[in-house]
């Protein structure tokens, strides 16, 4: 950032320049990738864990989908939860402005 003096040596001014703009942008770009990709991954190793251990226990006990499907149930309940627990800090701030913005501060 580039500091402007005023004729006032005690305000300092900062400019961001168009260089600094597009650096903090793309690096917001890049955290929101981020988060996505951990998303995706997070999700899609739940979901296959649990499904393939339903079906190795359904191989086991001779029965015909029953803990595959229990796998899935419970694949998407942890699923969930992992979602929530990676997106709670974003969720957590917006509940923040939210109750602030009720209280009229």
Known sequence: MKNIENNNPKEIKTVETQQEKTRRTNREVFMALEL???????????????????????????????????????????????????????IGSEKRKNFLKRKGK
């Open 36 to 90: 996505v990709s951990k998303l995706g991954i997070s999700v899609a190793i739940i979901a296959a864990t649990f499904v393939l251990s339903g079906i190795y226990l359904d191989q086991v006990f001779g029965t015909k989908y029953i803990f595959v499907i229990l796998g899935l149930g419970l694949s998407i309940i942890v699923s969930l939860y992992d979602i929530y627990y990676l997106l709670e800090p974003f």
